[in-house]
């Protein structure tokens, strides 16, 4: 009668294995005496890894914003905002894949669109161009980046179908296009804007298309009183938020860093330390601005300056001194606080997590400050040119350029994006119901709780004992 | 938390045959530590039940020694930043308390799942959480349905206390004021908030009144919302409060606005006209420097709440 013995079979496994591994080692020694390896397939390699790391952080940044956007809504509202992260990337992925890549690096028609390139029907899988493959990724993250911003400022009242209508009209058009006028190769990069990772091609395109929905979208119930003054709806958890940005932060080492797109640029540690430097010093003037202001020093206000300043010294990381990233970054934190207020206070916007102040604002800011801070020196160390800002001797020249270019493009969001979400509201609707907004996004869009095992407050059913 | 069930041996003993007792260690930072709740006996069916109130919110139950395990529970859900309410709001006919935290010089009215109304004057988060209501459907139709009631919060017993005043001021085409005035815990004092700040009078037989007014008058008017230190009147002041500020000013016989007699009063300072409330058995003044000014005051008063007032005011 057979036997099985365990040990026998596995000794007659492990020798099989390490046959097999012996195989395929040895052959492909073979074929690596055959082919040498060249200088240039190594830099491609190692400019091909990068762009992935890059690639990945970027990716990892989704995840930053779905913990901020959840952790200051309120928890009725939580898995609706991580729904919109989760599929604002998924939509963005299909619709970039399919046209935005093209418009956005396709071949371009008089500087303003790209045309070519469409499904990626330039790209050959058979071919050895492990790049190319890679940098549709990087862009990709990109394009769901800004697409992601939107999010956290229609927070707890947008009907999630619009939200997924406007995720393909924004990564499918809105962003590609005017991206296209500057990494594409159009008319802005002719003109020599500078828009290093994209405080305003991702950023302040986010903050605007941001800034036209919530506009049109209008307050969440309870959030402005009839005198015009505001409430202040707090978020369910600050832990999370913080987290959030924490995460936001990793993850732009890869938006900037990896903004070279070669592993072989000398400037990437160098615009990791900008970027740092002026997150930094952007965190602590949003504190102490607020401080001054407000009396208090306030988490969500540190928390928001961390990003802040991330933004702004996104256009400019590769361009300016770390003097310079410091004074940008303490700019924009001044910028955000009172940035908040005007859209608060002025405009009577409601976005529940500051994304317009955060990315609008000082997307604009960190633009427009490449064309104060611009370093030569530095330009030449990144590879980006021998630039210099008005501070560095270089006049108003590039000043007027970064003007202009922020401009245009934060007006391109803003319109196309208020005429969508108008043209939403009077067709499809953008907002639920009152009841819907009452009971919660989780439940009323998509029937699950976030946090199913927390029960009602006992206060929540009284019984009343005093009269008048 | 220790909770624990004592038996009254005072002579309420029928009424309240216990207390809970409930020492709240490391919990809250503004109270005191340990509550005193008193047991209540209310008869249903022919049968006995007990039911305690903790800052308005009622619980019953068959056997007294449930209630202090119900009233920790109630302690623990009702504690926020570490603190106890210090007023409530009652949307009576909705069935809803929303409790009211203070921390500095401001008020704070949580809802659950929705904003947080905070301001320096309990009179604007009630007016901000009414706005809210009415919107969400919890109060009906502004200005004509059911409206919001203030209740300050024993931090001895956890029960509620009504204020023993307001302090009002309605004039047309200005800003509104309102804010109700309570006893202070030791009964020394009576107190509000205004213009940013507590304001406070002593006790002193009736005329803390007219003290108040006067203090938050002086408040207000340096705040800019009160341009005449008397537009500023003492509302619906409790019947023993008016009777003891009664035996303090001198009767002047009473003044005819239309069809309403008011009885006047002066006091060394001003002048006081008295409108009853039957219908809630309360009592508002109206004051001024003279007669005339209390009757105008008055006549633009009841002119504003929609009474026909005759053109010429007569004094009886």
């Known amino acids: 009668m057979f036997k099985f013995d365990k040990k026998r079979w596995i000794r007659v496994l492990l020798v099989g294995m390490s046959m097999g591994l012996l195989m395929v080692f040895s052959s492909s020694a073979m074929a690596q005496e055959e082919t040498a390896v060249t200088t240039d397939q190594i830099v491609i390699q190692i400019d091909t890894i990068w762009l992935f790391i890059g690639a990945f952080l970027v990716f990892w940044m989704q995840a930053g914003f779905a913990m901020v956007e959840s952790g200051f809504s309120r928890s009725k509202n939580a898995a609706n905002l991580l729904m919109k992260n989760l599929m604002d990337f998924c939509m963005g992925t299909l619709l970039f894949f399919a046209i935005g890549f093209g418009l956005m690096y396709g071949t371009s028609a008089g500087g303003f669109i790209g045309t070519t390139n469409f499904f990626l029907s330039e790209l050959d899988p058979g071919a050895i161009d492990p790049y190319s493959w ?44 005017s991206g296209h006028w500057h990494w594409g190769g159009g008319w802005l990069f002719n003109l020599g804007f500078i828009d290093f990772a994209g405080s305003t091609i991702v950023h302040a395109v986010g903050g605007f298309a941001a800034l036209a929905a919530a506009w049109v979208l209008g307050p969440r119930i309870g959030k402005f009183n009839k005198d015009g003054s505001s409430n202040v709806i707090p978020g369910h958890s600050l832990t999370l938020a913080a987290l959030g940005v924490f995460i936001l932060w990793m993850g732009w080492f890869g938006f900037n860093s990896g903004s070279t797109l070669s592993g072989m640029n000398p400037g990437i540690a160098y615009i990791a330390v900008t970027t740092t430097l002026a997150a930094a010093a952007s965190t602590t003037s949003a504190l102490l601005v607020n401080w001054f202001k407000a009396g208090h020093p306030s988490t969500e206000m540190a928390l928001n300056g961390s990003l802040a300043g991330l933004v702004a010294i996104t256009a400019g990381a590769a361009n300016v001194t770390p003097t310079g990233a410091i004074l940008i970054g303490f700019i924009a934190g001044g910028v955000l606080v009172y940035g908040l207020d005007l859209i608060e206070r002025v405009l009577k916007v409601d976005d529940p997590v500051g994304a317009v102040a955060v990315h609008g604002l000082n997307g604009m800011w960190g633009t427009i400050a490449v064309g104060l801070f611009a370093a030569p020196s530095v330009g030449l160390l990144t590879g980006m040119g021998e630039i210099s800002g008005l501070l560095y001797g270089g006049g108003f020249a590039q000043l007027g350029v970064q003007v202009l270019g922020t401009v245009v493009i934060a007006a391109w969001a803003f319109v196309t994006m208020g ?23 989780d439940i009323s869009e998509h029937f699950t709780s976030s946090y199913p095992e927390f029960g009602p407050a006992a206060a929540d059913v009284v019984t009343i004992t005093s009269g008048d | 938390m220790k909770a624990a069930l004592v038996r009254n041996s ?81 949307a009576r006919r909705a069935g809803e308390i929303y409790p009211v935290y203070t921390i500095d010089n401001e008020v704070f009215a949580t809802t659950p799942g929705g904003p947080i109304f905070k301001h320096v004057e309990l009179a604007k988060v009630r007016e901000y959480l009414g706005d809210y209501l009415n919107t969400i459907g919890i109060l009906g139709e502004n200005g004509v349905s059911d409206r919001l009631h203030v209740r300050g919060v024993n931090l001895q017993t956890l ?14 085409g200005q800003t509104d004021f309102w804010a109700p005035v309570f006893e202070a815990g030791d009964g020394q004092s009576v107190y509000t908030y205004a213009a940013s700040a507590r304001r406070e009078a002593p006790v002193a037989g009736g005329q803390e009144v007219l ?12 705040d800019g919302r009160l341009a005449d230190p008397h537009d ?61 000014a209390v009757v105008e005051r008055a006549a633009a008063d009841f002119a504003r709440r929609g009474y026909a007032v005759a053109s010429e005011l007569v004094m009886a």
Not at chain 1, 148 to 172: D, P
Not at chain 1, 421 to 433: E, L
Not at chain 2, 77 to 90: D, E, G, M, T
Not at chain 2, 159 to 172: A, C, M
């Open chain 1, 419 to 441: 005429a969508l979400f108008y043209i939403m509201k009077v067709t499809m609707g953008i907002r639920v119901s009152p009841k819907e907004e009452l009971e919660g996004l």
């Open chain 2, 232 to 292: 500023l009147r003492p509302d619906r002041l409790f019947p023993d409060y008016w009777k003891r500020l009664e035996t303090t000013l001198t009767p002047q016989g009473s003044t005819a606005v239309n069809r309403f007699t008011l009885p006047l009063y002066s006091s060394p300072d001003v002048w006081v006209g008295l409108e009853p409330r039957p219908e809630e058995e309360r009592y508002s003044l109206f004051i001024g420097e003279d007669a005339q």
């Open chain 1, 134 to 177: 890679v940098d549709f990724l990087f862009q990709l993250m990109f394009a769901a980046a800004s697409a992601t911003i939107v999010s956290g400022a229609v927070a707890e009242r947008l009907k999630f179908k619009s939200y997924l209508v406007y995720s393909v009209v924004m990564t499918a058009f809105i962003y590609p296009i």
């Open chain 2, 211 to 222: 003290a108040l007014q006067a203090v938050v008058a002086e408040a207000l008017m340096a």
């Open chain 2, 10 to 90: 005072s002579e309420y003993a029928e009424t309240i045959p216990y207390y809970v007792e409930l020492e709240v260690l490391t919990r809250t930072v503004d109270a005191g530590s340990v509550f005193r709740i008193p047991v209540g006996v209310v008869y249903q069916g022919g049968g006995k039940r007990f039911t305690i109130d903790v800052c308005g919110f009622q619980r019953q139950s068959d056997k007294p020694a449930e209630l202090p395990k119900i009233a920790g529970y109630l302690v623990n859900s009702l504690v926020h930043l570490a603190r106890l309410p210090s007023y409530v709001f009652i």
């Open chain 2, 159 to 172: 029960g509620l206390r009504r204020p023993v005043f307001y302090l009002k001021k309605r004039v047309v």
